[in-house]
Nanobody, 127 residues
């Protein structure tokens, strides 16, 4: 089992910045991917970003590319999502996720791909 504990988030004005962190504990795997999804009110959960534990290339959804940055600290089993140039449409509950199986390619942005989910953390951006 893997436990994911998220922290950060909160409220910001449009154009501002926030960051989210997620620490993984428990068992980790060779093919281990961590990332973030979000869910806005009345909408489905959507992929935000992900990064492989064995690689250095983060992947982003089109909606956050150029504004959000995902980094990892292998020693601390932590990923951090730095969110800049925030927009009201970024308002959502953000979920830290982890995948231990087939996580890349066509599977990367699918909700069902991710085996473990952390508690959601609210991000609210006002205009």
């Amino acid at each position: 089992q893997v436990q994911l504990v998220a922290s950060g988030g909160g409220s910001a004005q449009a154009g501002g910045s926030l960051s989210l962190s997620c620490e993984a504990s428990g068992r980790t795997f060779r093919r281990f991917v961590m990332g973030w999804f979000r869910q806005a009110p009345g909408k489905e959960r959507e992929f935000v970003a992900a990064i492989s534990w064995s690689g250095d290339t983060p992947y982003y959804s089109d909606s956050v590319t150029g504004r959000f940055s995902l980094s990892k600290d292998n020693a601390k089993n932590t990923v951090t999502l730095q969110m800049n140039s925030l927009r009201p449409e970024d308002t959502a509950i953000y979920y830290c996720v982890a995948c231990v199986g087939e996580c890349g390619g066509i599977y990367r942005e699918r909700v069902a791909t991710y085996d473990f989910w952390g508690q959601g953390t609210q991000v609210t951006v006002s205009s």
